[in-house]
């Protein structure tokens, strides 16, 4: 049974800085992307940005310039920095690893950014 642990969630004032992580336990190997995903009620699930195996990255417009994603040295933990936050990213934050046979989904961590 494949796990995403997601951590790092928290109410942060606008302007500030969160790092969310989450931890698949499935070896890297098996894994060819990691991807964070956001969502707020009544709304669709929105991707943020992903990371390939090779290290690729792509961000969605909206978070160009102050979102990171990475991977560790094991690749099989992926971290979001996020800095110069804004109120409408509050949201919860999914992260989602794509492998070879299907994808899976973390729980979820609330980001919540006060103005």
């Known amino acids: 049974q494949v796990q995403l642990v997601e951590s790092g969630g928290g109410l942060v004032q606008a302007g500030g800085s969160l790092r969310l992580s989450c931890h698949a336990s499935?070896?890297?190997?098996?894994?060819?992307?990691m991807y964070w995903y956001r969502q707020t009620p009544g709304e669709q699930r929105e991707l943020v940005a992903s990371?390939?195996?090779?290290?690729?990255?792509t961000y969605a417009d909206f978070v160009k310039g102050r979102f990171t994603i990475s991977t560790d040295n094991d690749k099989n933990t992926v971290d979001l920095q996020m800095i110069s936050l804004k109120p409408e990213d509050t949201a919860a934050y999914y992260c989602?690893?794509?492998?070879?046979?299907?994808?899976?989904w973390g729980q979820g961590t609330q980001v919540t950014v006060s103005s």
């Open positions: 989602k690893v794509s492998t070879r046979w299907r994808d899976y």
């Open positions: 499935i070896s890297w190997l098996s894994i060819n992307t």
């Open positions: 990371i390939s195996s090779g290290g690729r990255t």
